[in-house]
């Protein structure tokens, strides 16, 4: 099964960079746009990988980060 993969990227040519290289390793990628999209996202479903951009429209990439770990949404491994 492949891995599925949550891309938070606003600007739409890295986006469409990133998600091509992602989809080569092979890998299922979600895309969204902004930290409001990602919980979302991370609320409907889990992903075994996320790709946060640092400064996002709605917030930064390390706050959504421990937003989902404090919502226990992204799945940890040790």
């Known amino acids: 099964m492949m891995p599925k993969v949550l891309l938070v990227e606003d ?3 890295n986006a469409m960079f990133l998600r091509g290289a992602i989809e080569a390793c092979p890998a299922r990628v979600d895309v969204v746009d902004n930290c ?13 990988a996320w790709m946060i951009d640092s400064n996002l429209p709605d917030g930064s990439g390390s706050d959504l980060l421990r937003r989902l770990r404090a919502d226990d949404l992204v799945v940890h491994r040790d």
Not at 37 to 48: H, I, N, S, V, W
Request: glycine letters at 6%; a positive charge; hydrophobic letters at 45%.
């Open 36 to 48: 409001a999209g990602a919980l979302r996202m991370a609320r409907a479903q889990r992903y075994d």
């Open 11 to 13: 600007d739409p040519v």
